[in-house]
């Protein structure tokens, strides 16, 4: 099994925080290869400067069925002799993916100064469907700066 990692600067423009999920990394099985694949480890944290307002952002990992508008990001292999990533990246969306109801499978709230990295032992797993995977967003409130995030996954 190979590990990749995907992050928001990759590609595009970041998109600034509302009081609604803005989405920022999404993986999901592409039509080509059709695999599925499992989120390991993921770290996120405001990308800017802070709200003179203390306040907080909401992170959420949700699943998604089908690609909103975003940049392409290629998956980079952590072992340079991994062959290509069988999975579609996208990162930074000016118009958001269908995200399945009801199905946040990780969600936190944190101060905007805080920054976190989450480990996951067996995996957040998307099915070899496609364009069905799974997408890191961010919403808040107050803060209207932006967040980084990358997001490793197993294939």
């Known amino acids: 099994m190979a ?10 423009t970041q998109q600034a925080l509302t009081t609604t999920f803005k989405s920022q990394v999404s993986l999901a099985a592409a039509t080509a290869t059709l695999m599925r694949g499992s989120v390991m480890d993921i770290d996120f944290g405001p990308d800017g400067a802070p709200n003179a307002t203390d306040c907080q952002i909401v992170y959420d990992i949700s699943r998604l069925t089908s690609a909103g508008t975003a940049t392409a ?6 072992d340079n002799t ?9 990162v930074n969306f ?3 993916p269908t995200v399945t109801a009801a ?8 101060n905007q100064r805080a920054s976190l990295r989450v480990f996951f032992d067996q995996g957040l797993r998307w099915p070899a469907t496609n364009l069905n995977g799974l997408v890191f967003r961010a919403l808040s409130p107050t803060y209207t700066g932006n ?4 997001m490793f996954h197993d294939e």
């Open 103 to 110: 199905s946040s499978l990780y969600m936190i709230a944190l």
């Open 73 to 78: 990001a290629v998956p980079v292999p952590i």
């Open 94 to 96: 000016t118009a958001e």
């Open 147 to 150: 967040v980084a995030t990358t």
């Open 3 to 12: 590990r990749y990692s995907t992050n928001n600067r990759m590609g595009g």
């Open 82 to 90: 991994s062959s290509a990533a069988g999975t579609v990246g996208q």
